[in-house]
């Protein structure tokens, strides 16, 4: 059985064609969805039950880490061709996001070398993994989702992919049995709490500190006050930044601009980096964003003056724009 070629991997019954590995995910699976994939051909299936079915299964206790793992290896380890970068937090995940590809999509154009016009990016709003590119339908993708587009991007030749990591996502298993070059934490209030998120405050944080136990280098925003316990038995390199002066790096000398009607701050980058930055959006917040994928660029060795240039082009779709009337 497990030397069997499967060519296709699924857990949508809609979504079978012959030879697919099919998985039995969800607390609404019926038993209805196995046998229809079975018809259209499916050759095993992964489940915490058995069924009636007339396949071979491989049974497992946990179906959501036993599906991000099988969907990894069917993808061959995709995620180590590339740079991969994860971003958790209450707010600020998609903005950073952007500011960090617009950088990064700048970094890749210079650089004939990597054979690349921009970088992936999974988010809130969007999938562009150089195969695919439409509207998101999760923050974070179900695991066997996430790997092939972690395949997409490897087979583009895209060399850097920022996704955005819900609580959910690390709860449910689905960035499960890989590891991100970095991890980085925006920030954290008491949200998503409830029957079908999570249970308390306590466990989302300890949800979002998941990250920090898979990634090789973390960043955090220690401006926030409850970003110690996020990373409380984190096992990467950590490194801060934020406002205040006891960041590893930090944005001082805020101030508001404003050219011809379009607002945005100006302020001044100190600890790592020492630069004079800009970006083209009003508020203290937008500080913070920019300041993560500053911080994020330096470890890839994007110079000053593309970071500043970029910063002060960056914009995204759906976040402070400029609305006439």
Partial sequence: LLQKPFTHLSYSSADVQPDTFFICKGLNFKEQYL???????????????????????????????????????????????????GLTGTKGKTTTTYFMKHILDAYCRSHPELHAQKSAVLSTVEVDTGAEQHEAHLTTPESPDLQRYFAQTRDSGLPFLTMEVSSQ???????????????????????????????????????????????RGGIANCDD??????????????????????????????????????????????GLM???????????????????????CRHFGVTEDAIKKALKEAKVKGRIEMVKV
Avoid at 172 to 195: L, M, W
Avoid at 233 to 262: I, P, V
């Fill in 35 to 85: 046998l229809d994939a079975a018809a259209k051909g499916a050759g095993v299936y992964l489940s915490a039950k058995k069924y009636a079915a007339e396949i071979p299964c491989i049974l497992v206790s946990d179906i959501r880490k036993a599906m991000s793992l099988v969907a990894i290896a069917f993808y061959g380890e995709a995620y180590k061709n590339f740079r991969l970068i």
């Fill in 169 to 215: 996502a690390l709860m449910q298993h689905r960035s499960q049995g890989f590891v991100f070059d970095y991890g980085i934490f925006t920030n954290i209030e008491p949200d998503h709490i409830g029957p079908n998120e999570h249970s308390s405050f306590e466990e989302y944080m300890h949800c979002k500190g998941m990250l920090f136990r898979q990634c």
């Fill in 225 to 270: 006050v409850h970003w110690e316990k996020v990373m409380e038995g984190h096992t990467c390199e950590l490194e801060t930044y934020g406002l205040s002066s006891q960041a590893d790096l930090r944005a001082e000398n805020l101030r508001l601009t404003n050219h011809n009607g379009h607002l945005g701050v100006a302020f001044r980058v100190g």
């Fill in 274 to 296: 020492e630069f004079d930055g800009e970006i083209a959006m009003p508020g203290r917040f937008s500080v913070y964003n920019a300041l993560t994928a500053i911080a994020i």
